[in-house]
């Protein structure tokens, strides 16, 4: 059965496809179609919350009152089984990104954020206990 296909060259791009009319010629005739009133609004919500929110992760006091208001919950509600378990597994690599940062330093106040960052490993692990 594969021996009664014929053997078809292909056509390069840019060249004419045996109508006489080139590829870049056809895809000229194509425009996209101008976006609704609805999709334009939507673009502009898209890219103002996202301004907003890159804004936000910019300042680090707006991330740590976040991060502690997360512990406070996580505290208080019950987690799912699986959401603990990438929980655990989050603390855990923080814990060893932490201790490997810690011992590649030069200088010991190459890391002065040291105290504030074992409080937050900390307090992670508690909430999770």
Known sequence: MADTTPEI???????ENGQG???AEILEGFETPSPSATEEAMEALGSDIMLRLRSAFARGDIMLALGVVTILVILILPMPKWLLDVSLAFSITFSVLVLM???????????NSFP???LLAT???LALN
């Open 21 to 23: 009319v080139t590829t």
């Open 101 to 111: 940062t810690v011992i590649f330093m030069d200088k010991s106040l190459d890391f």
């Open 116 to 118: 504030t960052v074992l």
């Open 9 to 15: 060259d292909p056509i390069p791009s840019g060249t």
């Open 123 to 125: 307090l992670i692990r």
